[in-house]
């Protein structure tokens, strides 16, 4: 999942986006776990601890925020007001 999520907390994601991210781990886990419908998939990967892609992109995001927020830079000085 990480590679999936690579670089996405510097760039804008729309929901269309993460549907559409969210459609491949939900494929994947169809194949891994051998099942035919979308439902069992996302059941497993709830199972497996796995988190929603729109929550782990948010996540990552506020991380990435956070750690320029930290910065003296000028773009850091911007991120930490939007962060407020």
């Not at 690579?6 to 969210?22: E, H, I, K, M």
């Not at 601890?49 to 996540?59: L, Q």
């Amino acid at each position: 999942m990480p590679i999936l999520l690579y670089g996405l907390d510097a760039c804008p994601v729309s929901f269309r986006q993460l549907r559409s991210l969210n459609h491949v781990v939900v494929s994947r886990a169809r194949k891994i776990c051998s099942v035919n419908t979308s439902e069992i998939a996302e059941e497993c990967i709830k199972m497996c601890g796995v988190s929603d892609i729109a929550d782990a992109v948010a996540t990552r995001k506020d991380k990435f925020i956070m750690r320029y927020s930290l910065n003296s830079s000028v773009v850091s000085q911007i991120c930490s007001l939007i962060v407020k």
